[in-house]
């Protein structure tokens, strides 16, 4: 009886260890999801279109082209005395500024995309965020360049900005990509909104 | 002659805190390095047509502003009767880009330019025309 019970015992225990491998085995590990950076083209170098004789990561061009076309699409709707089209916020991007300075909109456009690339992936020295946070940067009283501070509803709008410009640089509104990128905007929304 | 030598003694300590300070300023001068941007010379124009844009005439006008030297490979926004687009600006600026856009057909439109109410905020808060921005960047250009 009790050499009955040892080999029960044993064949149990040679079982259980048999399936838990198995159960091990059967279940693969859980896939880490790549970066939005990395998704954009990553750190890819490919040749700049702007700047000849010039590389770019890849990720880094997606999201310069993103945040380009983003800023086309609002100073499109800038209106003078018309409420709700950000233009108190970005109307001065249209302002001449001579051939020998760095440009309103080019400091914005290099602002935001080494922000974007940065904080989705894109961690090289290239990619390296040196503004103000996104607190202050928003904040007129510390950043002279912010014309008015932001409400929910300027953010809102300029979500929409950003999602139209990502569906024409080929980021569809129906994939997974899209929904990470709103994300990582929403996530920045209380920073931001401080009215 | 006990209050001559505190004199001198402040004196002295007054014009070393000075010297020290002109020495930090130059120190921060000559080690800052001018920010370097992907593409300085980016500028955003626009030009507001007299009517809706149709998808056809988009795509001539698109084709057209294409044509014309300087305009970056960013996207050109149509977007009811306005158009936006990108150049560089050491190669042109938006009154020649309108004015080769005008010379290729007769479309209706103009030159969208910012009025003074709305053009209220600049890159530099620093008045660029005042002496100590000039010379803290004189200094800086010539250790850069």
Redo the contacts between chains.
Sequence with gaps: MRNYSKITLSVLFVASAAFTSCSKDDDPAPEVKASIYTRLGGTTMVADPDNSGQMIEKGRLSFRKVVNSAIGLIVADVQSNASGNLSAHFAPLLAETGDTQATNIAELSDNLTDFFSFNTGGTNAVNTYSGLNMVAAHDPAQNPRMGTKASNADYTKFEGYVGAAANANGVASNTELYTDIVAVLESLRTPIVQK | MKMNKTIKKVLYVVSGIVVLFIAILLFHIITAKP?V??????????IDFESNIDSLQAKQICSDLRTIKGL??????V??N?????H???IT??EKVYNELMSKRPYEAKR?I??A?????????IDQNSFSYKASKTINQFFN
């Design positions: 920010a941007y992907e593409n300085p010379n980016l500028q955003v124009s626009r970056t490979t960013d996207s050109i926004i977007k009811r306005v158009v936006v687009y990108f560089n600006n050491k600026n938006s969208y910012l009025p109410n709305m053009d209220n905020k600049k890159v530099c808060p």
